[in-house]
């Protein structure tokens, strides 16, 4: 099993910066994609920003102008730094990883971490 672990949440002011992030470890052959979710309170969990292993990004409108997702294939890490947060950025934030065990198609993973949580005050 892969397992992704997050850090860097925390109780924040308005205005101010956090920067996110997650580790794999485990058997792990390749990873094709590593995405950060986030999930508010009586809310569903939505995707905040994803990279691939080609360095191909997506982030949702809400936060695209405040945050850059970044990876470190060798360290098996993804990063995420947001800037100028708000009240509403406040949620628990997940790390999701895609990739394989081995060589083989048949070990393909899809896992989550527990997610780190951010608050940010007004």
């Known amino acids: 099993q892969v397992q992704l672990v997050e850090s860097g949440g925390g109780l924040v002011q308005a205005g101010g910066s956090l920067r996110l992030s997650c580790a794999a470890s485990?058997?792990?052959?390749?990873?094709?994609?590593m995405g950060w979710y986030r999930q508010a309170p009586g809310k569903q969990r939505e995707q905040v920003a994803a990279?691939?292993?080609?360095?191909?990004?997506n982030y949702t409108d809400s936060v695209k102008d405040r945050i850059i997702i970044s990876r470190d294939n060798a360290k098996k890490s993804v990063y995420l730094p947001v800037n100028s947060l708000k009240p509403e950025d406040t949620a628990d934030y997940y790390c999701?990883?895609?990739?394989?065990?081995?060589?083989?198609?048949?070990?393909?993973?899809?896992?989550w971490g527990q997610g780190t949580q951010v608050t940010v005050s007004s």
């Open positions: 999701r990883g895609i990739g394989r065990r081995t060589w083989s198609h048949r070990s393909e993973f899809d896992d």
């Open positions: 485990g058997r792990i052959f390749s990873i094709k994609f």
């Open positions: 990279i691939t292993s080609d360095g191909s990004t």
